[in-house]
């Protein structure tokens, strides 16, 4: 029998000029494809066009809507005080404040609100066209009507005039101050205003620990033990290296690897190179061979004849999965269990970043890596902020230059701006052959020569997802329990985004969590089903899964193992955080 080959993401036909031609038109369009999003626009006002109903019912939403403007407008001047109609809208809380129902700015908040209602009932759900193609119309059209949105802009925003009045431009003053910072700080490379109160390996990053291997593409911490026992099962985390490991080791009230260690488990984390220009053409394959597979090598040495508990997180999830699967053919049954936080393996309903998923746009993406050898952490991150432009642009601006209010930074916010690079070879390939064409999904993934059927997996398994995810959706990270035949599907649901939800830290007041189990031989509900059948239990989820973890654990405790395996070749070789974390 031949032996499955991995094909990879790169186009064979595209070749260097035509690639060197795409990285340059990208410099204008800021990465963005011309044709990805004009071809969006063609086949959504085509489609438009030849629909005369269509055509009829937006008429007659129009001239309703204008009425309805016009008789808010009358009202507005007869009576005064009349607040916008936003109840129902994406702007609700934006123009919930009483200084919007003063005139003229309620009759332009409810201007807008009618213009953006119209604007998005236009180009979408027309009969016949590209649900793709409506995404990125949708997509597009929300951004531009954040140019226009009158709270965005001092003169047009009652609250931010008031504001002015009352400081006598103190607040404008302060706001320049504050964009002057922030231009020299961008600058020279220093972060945002506060990052320098978050160095790693002391404010951040600072469990006890040793670093006792490294790899051309990781190195693994092993925590140091904080109880006098130990659970018998160690714990492996495999974080994204789309982001530093230290997400998952912040502050000590907020530190997921001090939680677990002061449980009386013993922890190892990888902890991922900051790829350069040099590592180009480093691979998905790499990423298992010297980063999970060699990191569990080392911890079955450091605690031998034990299974590992297994963590994954993002796309470190989705490597763990692919690892899980691997090790399933080769019959190696080293896993205890797997634990996947917010990390996708079917990737067919990825949310709203399939925008940026598509041929078009994965070429203008793949040409500008391979002119660069890396994807930059700005270009990665300008991306999943145009996901989110109101919280993650526009608020912030309108509140540090106009308010003149310079929000505290904490720790995860100091996190977030510490950013990493990817490699070009592995980028191009983990979008196209995951993203674009759902190979792990649909059986066709190939990893060291195996081809893998989730299937195969039987490990009991705890998968977390997040009720506002923009990058993994839940529904999306819930398809993960069709896949395998886990003997133990348990799928917890928390409030809170990507990142937040899972870094809710053991007594988080605000947030909330549910939780089902699905038994071998069980059927999964639906996910609207799952909402309707898992209760929800208020707090952290962190707390649920660490009971979820003794219950797959030996009942016995043991002695702390030794720091490293100095016999088995693996002498400790720094204190951790290590050095990889430090790279820029």
Sequence with gaps: MKTPTRKTGTSPETDDASRALLATLAKWTGGLSPQAFGGAWINVLTRLAVTPGRQAALARSALQKSLALAQFAGATLRNGGQAPEADGTPYQNRYADPAWAKFPFNIMAQTFLTASDLAREAVRDLPGADPAAENIVGFAVREGLELVAPDNYLPTNPQLIQKTIEERGRNLLRGLKHLGEDVVRTYKGKGPVGAEHYQVGEQVAATKGKVILRTRLMELIQYSPQTKTVRAEPLLIVPAWIMKYYILDLSPKNSLVNYLTGLGHTVFMISWKNPT????????????????????????????????????????????????????????????????????????????????????????????????????????????????????????????????????????????????????????????????????????????????????????????????????????????????????????????GHNAGIISGPQHPRRRHRVHQTRAGGRLPAPDKYMEKAALTPGSWWPTWAKWLDEHSSPRKVAPPTMGATRKGLKPLCDAPGTYVKQK
């Excluded at 919280?391 to 601006?397: C, M, S, V």
């Design 277 to 496: 220009a040099e590592d180009r053409d480093v691979t998905m394959d790499d990423y298992l061979e010297h980063g999970v597979l060699a990191a569990l090598d080392a911890v079955n040495k450091v605690v031998p004849k034990r299974k590992v508990h297994a963590v994954g997180y993002c796309i470190g999830g989705t490597l763990l999965a692919i690892t899980a699967a691997l090790l399933a053919a080769r019959d190696d049954d080293r896993l205890a269990s797997a634990t996947i936080f917010a990390g996708q393996t079917d990737f067919s309903e990825p949310g709203e970043i399939s925008i940026f998923v598509s041929p078009a746009q994965l070429a203008m993406l793949e040409a500008m890596m391979w002119k660069a050898g890396v994807l930059e952490s700005r270009q990665m991150g300008g991306a999943f902020q145009m996901l989110r432009t109101y919280d993650l642009l526009w608020a912030p601006t309108v509140g540090t230059y106009l308010r003149g209010e310079r929000t505290g930074l904490n720790d995860l916010m100091a996190w977030n701006a510490d950013g990493t690079r990817m490699a070009y070879r592995m980028h191009t390939d983990y979008l196209h052959q995951l993203y674009l064409n759902n190979d792990l999904a649909e059986g066709r993934y190939v990893a060291m020569g195996e081809q893998l059927n989730l299937a195969d997996v039987t490990v009991p398994m705890f998968v977390v997802g997040t009720e506002t995810d923009h990058v993994a959706p839940w529904r999306s990270v819930y398809k993960v329990g069709r896949l395998v035949r886990s003997r133990d599907y348990t799928f917890c649901l928390t409030s809170g």
